[in-house]
């Protein structure tokens, strides 16, 4: 399929799979991906905003606000248990993902993540900056506040990943999320607590984060030591640079990571991380997506190209993106067991979609 006809493929995708509500389902076809999270819906309205289809971008900002609103009560709550020094279970904390209807989804899953939350305050802000519509600050206060109090209190604490997985660690990935949604509101309404939060934000992560001159999957405390738990890189360390703008990508840090990303992580597509066994460990297209955007910003317009290429090369008849691809598996057993169990791989993703169209339009402003 041709690149037009992908974006606007890719569009019509998304369009048709935004609930009425204004949730983004992750994969219509996929039982375990029939919610809408805060950290991919975050990055499928920026798309959209990028694409001119801002109507759909805010139909989800309101969803979130109204998701979120009501949940005072139980942020209270948790903010009396940590200002106690209590035991907060995981079960006890906001959810990552919710019904598209804006429901809590009780099932069992990894739900104590902090990524979409950074997350939607900087997608919010990028909204209110494209569109001008500084009223939907007064109009999601609330929901907003809770935002803001809830990764003010919790932003240091162990949670799962953006995969879901490694409950007990703290992710970079997940603190440039943080970062760049504090970052981006505390500029916006000119709010000092904010900003100085996320350059101590930022500051932890240059001063923990950093292993053989780049960033790592992960850390944890020892001892009152923060140390690498997980020393090898992941994908999503990317987002450190692009698009949250803890370091600039062409820092030493952020180009070694990309090296060590290279070397350990890419083939034609880019993978998650070395002991990725989800399905075998293919590649994502998502990733491949942030991945070119990097080299568009090192000035690599050829290689950020063959990504583009690549990615739509994976579309099926009906011009449908996967979430990944079983191209050089890690673990072709895993892949195999996973089938097995679940069936394909999610199919189409929503999130693969938006990123297709994010370096689509990025390479389209040279």
């Known amino acids: 399929m041709e690149i037009a006809q992908l ?11 935004q609930h009425a509500s204004g949730g983004y389902v992750a ?23 990028r694409v001119g289809e801002v109507e759909s971008a805010e139909k989800f900002y309101r969803w979130v606000h109204q998701v979120l609103k009501d949940k005072r009560p139980r942020l209270n709550q948790l903010l009396q248990k940590h200002a106690n020094q209590e035991w907060i279970d995981r079960s006890e904390f906001l959810g990552t993902r919710y019904h598209l209807d804006g429901r809590d989804d009780h099932s069992e899953w990894g739900h104590f993540q902090l990524d979409g939350y950074g997350a939607w305050l900087w997608g919010l802000v990028q909204h209110i900056r494209l569109t001008g519509l500084t009223e ?17 209190a919790f932003w240091h604490f162990p ?32 709010r000092p607590a904010l900003t100085e939060k996320a350059a101590l934000i930022q500051h932890f992560i240059h001063k923990n984060a950093i292993h053989e001159g780049r960033f790592v999957k992960s850390i944890h405390c020892v001892n009152e030591e923060w140390l690498p738990a997980l020393p090898g890189v992941d994908a999503s360390l990317l987002w450190l640079a692009l698009p949250f703008g803890v370091c600039q990508v062409d820092d030493p840090c952020m180009i070694r990571t990309i090296q060590a990303i290279e070397k350990d992580l890419a083939h034609g597509g880019i993978q998650r991380y070395i002991e990725d066994r989800y399905y075998g460990g293919g590649e994502w297209l998502l ?16 290689e950020a190209q063959r990504c583009l290429m690549w990615i739509a090369s994976k579309a099926d008849e009906l011009g449908r993106l996967p979430e990944q691809v079983a191209d050089n598996l890690r673990e072709p057993a895993e892949f195999e067991r996973w089938t097995r ?9 929503l999130w693969s979609h938006a990123m297709f169209l994010v370096l689509s339009d990025r390479l389209r402003q040279g």
């Not at 974006?7 to 799979?17: E, F, M, P, Y």
């Not at 029939?34 to 920026?46: E, H, K, P, Q």
Request: proline share 6%; net charge negative; aromatic share 12%.
């Open 27 to 49: 994969s219509p076809l996929f039982p375990a991906y029939s919610y809408s999270w805060l950290r991919d819906g975050t990055f499928i309205a920026n798309a959209m905003d």
């Open 136 to 152: 939907l600050l007064t109009e999601f206060r609330e929901s907003i506040e809770i935002t803001v109090d809830y990764v003010m």
């Open 7 to 17: 974006i606007r493929r890719s569009i019509d995708v998304i369009q048709l799979n």
């Open 159 to 190: 949670n799962f990943d953006c995969w879901e997985e490694y409950p007990d660690y703290v992710h970079p990935a997940t603190l440039a999320c943080l970062y760049g949604g504090l970052k981006a509101l505390g500029e916006l309404e000119s």
């Open 287 to 302: 990733l491949t997506a942030w991945y070119g955007l990097a080299q568009v910003e090192l000035g690599n317009l050829e």
């Open 341 to 349: 169990e679940h069936g394909q791989p999610a199919h189409p993703l």
